[in-house]
């Protein structure tokens, strides 16, 4: 790890100024960030830490919007009633994230900005396409835990699970630089590889999240499916909104959220039942192009999707 100075904002303000300078790093909690210093893939000239900055941990719900700062930790979504009752969906999402310890100390913002944790892109070994080469290994490698869906450029899952419950509950961002300020919906969030194979988010340098924003109302669910039931990374996971504008939602199956819009489509204007579900999570799957190792994902993924449909929908 080479050195880096170690930069303290007092306020927001001050945080933007720090980040937008050449080289600079923001930490909030810090478990992604720890992990990429230790692993050479980031090698910042300054990080900039905001775990301390006030007023950015709030939860307010104002008429029809569940408002979240960036520093809300995944313990606190987990937990908070006006979470649980404005979203289930992305409460349950926090609540199986990690450990309970990572739980205290992982924040929403970095969730959503956190990297892959491709095991090919972790290891400062191999030059693949996310950093800048010319191949993914993962294509025609060890490729059991990647993408099966949108696996053309780059075969990996993106690893944020508010970011699959968000994407289904139709959340927005505002995003705030030294520049201004911007809002951004989920939807357009999370970059695709054939955007640009190098990110996964729009994020600019020095741009932070400022502020989630959750429609308030629409009946939401979740599921991960994991090896065993503590830390560990999901097998499948699904994240769901019933209502006018039903939302189904893939996790740990492509390099974005993935929504199945042909499952949506059948949802609109149903009511669930234990068939519906059946037949929606069926048809979430369909279009799949699984890789050599990763086949045994469709069937885990359509019961996550059957799941967290009878979950929305009280019947579970």
Not at 257 to 275: C, I, N, T, V, Y
Request: charged share 25%; aromatic share 6%.
């Amino acid at each position: 790890m080479k050195s880096f100075a170690w930069m303290e904002p007092e306020d927001l303000a001050g945080a933007l100024a720090a980040g937008a300078q050449k080289g600079a790093l923001f930490k909030a909690g810090g478990v992604d960030v720890a992990d990429r210093l230790k692993e050479h893939l980031d090698e910042p000239l300054a990080v900039v830490n905001i775990r301390g900055l006030r007023g950015l941990d709030f939860v307010r719900v104002e008429g029809p919007v569940l408002r979240l700062g960036p520093l809300v930790t995944l313990a606190t979504l987990s937990s908070d009633a006006r979470v649980r009752k404005a979203a289930p969906a992305l409460a349950d999402a926090a609540g199986a994230a990690a450990t309970p310890q990572v739980r205290n100390s992982a924040t929403l913002g970095g969730n959503l900005a956190q990297r892959p944790r491709c095991w090919y892109f972790r290891k400062e070994e191999f030059h693949c396409r996310r950093k800048g080469g010319s191949e993914c290994f993962a294509i025609a490698g060890q490729n059991e835990m990647h993408a099966v869906f949108g696996n053309d450029l780059c075969a990996i899952v993106q690893p944020s699970a508010t970011g699959t419950a968000l994407t289904a509950l139709g959340a927005s961002l505002l995003l705030k630089g030294s520049s201004g300020e911007r809002v951004v919906h989920i939807d357009d969030f999370f970059v695709r590889p054939e955007t640009d194979v190098t990110r996964e988010t729009v994020l600019r340098q020095g741009e932070l999240i400022v502020e989630v924003r959750v429609p308030v109302g629409p009946p939401s669910g979740y599921v991960k499916l994991m090896e065993k039931q503590s830390f560990d990374w999901p097998l499948a996971e699904a994240a769901v909104t019933l209502g006018n504008d039903p939302r189904v939602v893939l996790g740990a199956a492509a390099p974005v959220p993935w929504r199945a819009k042909q499952a949506e489509a059948l949802l609109r204007g149903k009511r669930m039942d234990e068939a519906l579900a059946a037949e929606a999570a069926h048809v979430a799957v369909q279009g799949a192009k699984p890789l050599e190792f990763n086949a045994w994902k469709l069937p885990l993924l359509e019961t996550a999707v059957r799941r967290a449909l009878l979950q929305a929908g009280g019947a579970a």
